[in-house]
């Protein structure tokens, strides 16, 4: 488990975007099994580290940190294959758009959440009101009751592709995770819910 390269700007280091995933699946092991306190205990440690890392605002954590060393000169986006992508290291994304170099904190939620588990482990649900209005949303968007359809430009997420429509897995996983949830609650705590 020792941090290698990868493709030739993902240098060893510690990436903010999977930490924080990391940190989220830890929670929701401990929020199963509290008898292993350590799933919640190394979330810890990592909030203890992660916030005091250089980041925007509070909103934006990098992709990649250095390790052992937090200053900002050390924060940064570092290549070295000089055949394609430049030789660089800089606080500044490169000039390439197609890769992810910051991604949103959501440090603050998992310090809450982490915080909330200290005494509570109940699963946190959304309100009644906001489910139905995810599932309208999620029925609603649908292309012939069949599939959602996601849309991208040139200056979006996938910079440099073609413009049009694509099947994206996380627009499918969220909205099915919300109609199994919609089906599963109005036989219980929704029942309710005014048809």
């Known amino acids: 488990m020792q941090p290698r390269w990868a493709r030739n700007w993902e240098a060893p280091a510690i990436a903010g975007q999977e930490s924080q995933d990391v940190m989220w699946a830890l929670l929701r092991l401990y929020q199963l099994d509290p008898s292993v306190p350590a799933n919640r205990d190394a979330v810890g440690t990592a909030l203890a580290y992660l916030e005091t890392v250089d980041y925007a605002n509070d909103t934006m954590i ?25 030789v ?6 490169p000039t390439y758009q197609n890769y992810g170099w910051e991604v949103p904190s959501q440090l603050a939620a998992l310090h809450s959440e982490y915080d909330r588990l200290a ?5 946190m649900k959304r309100s009644c009101q906001q489910l139905r209005a995810d599932t309208a949303h999620a029925v609603d968007t649908t292309v012939n009751n069949e599939r959602w359809i ?4 040139p200056g979006g997420p996938r910079s440099g592709a073609t413009p049009g429509d694509y099947l ?13 949830e919609f089906v599963v609650r ?10």
């Open 119 to 123: 005494s509570d482990t109940t699963v």
């Open 186 to 195: 109005t036989t219980t705590d929704c029942v309710a819910w005014n048809y």
């Open 150 to 153: 996601t849309t991208y430009s």
């Open 88 to 93: 660089q290291f800089s606080p500044a994304p």
């Open 62 to 86: 990098n992709r990649y940190i250095e390790l052992d060393d937090t200053s900002p000169a050390n924060i940064g986006f570092y290549t070295v294959n000089p055949g394609g992508y430049p």
């Open 168 to 180: 994206d897995t996380r627009t499918f996983v969220t909205n099915m995770r919300t109609l199994a």
